[in-house]
């Protein structure tokens, strides 16, 4: 499998798996032209849109390529029917395409029928998990993404985390302020920091490390919970989960 990363609009990436075949998989595509330009330049045959949620800015390609390509099939949640999807999938559904063989992973919370899409090591998590955070609670609740972020911390620590925005910088500026003694993070900012100064992308990155670097994953962690003024003996997760969104909405 070849994963290549599709840069659109301000800070979206477009993901498209090709397999042994030159046949494609195009993931949460924000726009139209630059995935018609890659898979033509690379000689490839998309097989299906997969869509992770309803938003434009993961959407708003599929007309222009369904223009091209009019049988292609377009798999998502209930909530993108009105966006093109064709084929609606759930929790528990496969993609089988071939050589893709795609697990769909309920992942709520960004929007009430967020879900992601997963085939070893590949996870493609939409607005759910970035590198160094987590995305916004629009429809969702708290609790939701919560419990969706732990199913991703739950996969192989080899799985690489397929996230539609670059956002790791300003994710990691945002922890390094709630946890500067932290040396993982203080570090992985420093690296970070300089590959955006080249104007480099900082994603896919893999559950290891996100496991190391992202506050998100580790509200378990006792130093953690004293940075945040919480005392308490096994304070519940969701709340220490939902205190952190909250401190980042703020941010």
Known sequence: MELIRVPALNDNYIWVLADSHQQCIIVDPAEAEP???????????????????????????????LSKFTTLPVFGPKETQSKGATEIVENGDKVIIDEFNLQVISLSGHTSEHIGFYQAPYLFCGDTLFSAGCGRIFEGTPEQMFESIQKIAALPDETLICCAHEYTLSNLKFAHHIWPENEAITQ????????????????????????????????DNPQLQKKLNINLQ??????????????????
């Open 188 to 219: 992985y900012l420093q690296k970070i920091t300089q590959i955006r100064d080249k104007h480099q992308p900082t994603v896919p990155t893999t559950l290891k490390i996100e496991k190391k670097i992202n506050i998100f994953l580790q509200c």
């Open 35 to 65: 995935v018609l330009e890659i898979i033509t330049a690379k000689r490839l045959t998309p097989v299906a849109i997969l869509l992770t949620h309803h938003h434009n800015d993961h959407t708003g390609g599929v007309k222009g390529i």
């Open 234 to 251: 096994n304070p519940p997760l969701r709340a220490i989960f939902t205190l952190l969104r909250q401190l980042k909405d703020q941010y």
